[in-house]
């Protein structure tokens, strides 16, 4: 089935320095990916996302590019703030599955110290 | 507007309990999902809603959770017998329309401990 596999956290940076989160997938055909951010305290909320190959996501700074030659989706961020502190999820929906549910990834945990 | 409610926010039982979680969405979303996420995971798939039908459950674990959306608005996780392993939170999320290109909004979750 299909299934999400990211790199494990958690990932430590200081204020400033680039982000990189790996994310590779498994599924039939082209899902739609998705990367949620979960800041302590609140809910999941949408970072962003791609629903075909080689669209670029980008919000706040962060960009993932799907890539389906390699089934991956990697979050980047060029200069990471404290604020970024978060768990960060990455996830699909399948192509088959009209409903939309999303499976997700194990979540990485990110700490940026100042 | 108003975000997706969830309540209660905790929720303490005991072993072969049985427990009610509630969800509201955003008005007018017309697919609602419920998801579990046990500690350090991400969250997985229960079941989803696209009115007052369940549309795909396939991800209850057993006979033991039953949800449902009576009037397409809110809708309600129930929970028979409980187990310490039943023992997660609890997450409820919204979108206008169900697939994959829509955003599902999220609630705080029921953080639910069986004891």
């Known amino acids: 089935g299909d299934s999400v596999t990211q790199m494990e956290g958690p990932v430590t940076l200081s204020e400033e320095a680039f982000l990189t989160i790996n994310c590779t997938y498994t599924?039939?055909?082209?899902?739609?990916l998705f990367w949620y951010v979960q800041y302590p305290g609140e809910g999941l909320q949408l970072l962003l996302k791609?629903?075909?190959?080689?669209d670029k996501g980008s919000n706040k700074g962060f960009e993932a590019t799907y890539r389906k030659e390699t089934t991956s989706f990697h979050l980047e961020k060029g200069s990471v703030q404290v604020s970024d502190s978060a768990v960060y999820f990455c996830a699909l929906s399948g192509i088959y599955n009209q409903g939309g549910k999303l499976i997700f990834g194990q979540g990485t945990e990110l700490s940026v110290k100042p | 507007g108003a975000g997706v409610s969830q309540t209660p926010s905790n929720k303490v039982t005991e072993k072969g309990k049985y427990v009610e979680l509630r969800c509201d969405p955003i008005?007018?979303?017309?697919?609602l999902y419920w998801y579990r996420q046990s500690l350090g995971q991400g969250p997985e798939f229960l079941i989803y809603?696209?009115?007052?039908?369940?549309?795909?459950d396939s991800g209850l674990p057993n006979d033991r959770f039953f949800a449902v959306r009576p009037e397409g608005s809110v809708s309600t996780l129930k929970i028979q017998r409980t187990e310490r392993g039943d023992s997660a939170v609890y997450l409820c999320a919204s979108s206008l329309l169900a697939g994959g290109t829509h955003e599902q909004f999220f609630g705080p979750g029921t953080r639910l401990t069986v004891l």
């Open positions: 791609a629903t075909k190959a080689d």
């Open positions: 599924a039939t055909g082209y899902p739609s």
């Open positions: 008005s007018g979303h017309t697919a």
């Open positions: 809603f696209q009115g007052t039908g369940a549309a795909d």
